[in-house]
């Protein structure tokens, strides 16, 4: 079965350090997600792709997020300097009508 | 404003009973599509059944049914016949369509999401 791929699954990194989340989205989906999860806020929506061009990062702190499609196997989600409050599950997920999330990388800043 | 709006901030239901979420939507838009997800405890977001807005009849997959009552903007979504393995969080999304077909498609977002529990 064709899936979202996310590495790394699990993240544990100091204050400060960068951190880089990938993601290779299902082959022929032209639309790829990045959402955060936690307890306190739930899902919210990061930044959305489509045919690889960036459509809305509204909801990334632009201080210290960005994220990226070098092209159409791969979407990074970059973290510098990683923040303890950055801790939360990120999701990848891609689709052209239905949309397939990710199993997640789960990160932890200490 | 809120989009998606689950009321049932958790459930409890017997097994093997049928259990209705409930999920109500906001948009002025006429092109739109409502989505159902599981997230049991291990954490991964199982896609469960989608229904476009032109969509005459109700989608089904399985044991899942969706509720689909567009003058009222609500997407219920059915499982008969409930399993333990059915506890977990449940999510309904819309994903609004601006424009001319897929790629005017817009984001998915969420409700806050329904934690069922089945008793045995």
């Known amino acids: 079965d064709a899936r979202v791929t996310q590495t790394p699954r699990h993240k544990v990194t100091e204050m400060g350090q960068e951190v880089t989340m990938r993601c290779q989205p299902i082959?022929?989906?032209?639309?790829v997600f990045w959402y955060r999860q936690t307890m306190m806020q739930g899902l919210e929506l990061l930044a959305y792709f489509r045919n690889r061009a960036p459509l809305d990062d509204s909801g990334m702190p632009k201080d210290r997020f960005s994220a990226e499609m070098p092209d159409a196997t791969l979407a990074t989600l970059k973290i510098q300097p990683s923040e303890p409050r950055d801790s939360a599950v990120y999701f990848c997920?891609?689709?052209?009508?239905?949309?397939?999330f990710g199993e997640g990388s789960w990160l932890t800043v200490v | 404003a809120q989009k998606i709006t689950q009321t049932q901030p958790g459930m409890f239901v017997q097994e093997k009973e049928a259990v209705t979420l409930d999920c109500t939507y906001d948009t002025s838009d006429q092109s739109y599509g409502l989505f159902w997800y599981k997230q049991p405890s291990s954490g991964e977001m199982i896609f469960l059944i989608y229904q476009g807005s032109y969509d005459e009849q109700n989608a089904t997959e399985g044991r899942y049914s969706l509720n689909f009552q567009k003058a009222r903007k609500s997407a219920n979504l059915v499982i008969s016949a409930s399993q333990l393995g059915d506890s977990a969080m449940y999510f309904c999304a819309m994903r609004e369509i601006k424009g001319v077909g897929i790629q005017g498609a817009q984001k998915l977002v969420f409700g806050q999401g329904t934690r069922l529990t089945i008793n045995p």
């Open positions: 082959l022929g989906h032209n639309t």
């Open positions: 997920a891609s689709g052209t009508n239905t949309i397939y």
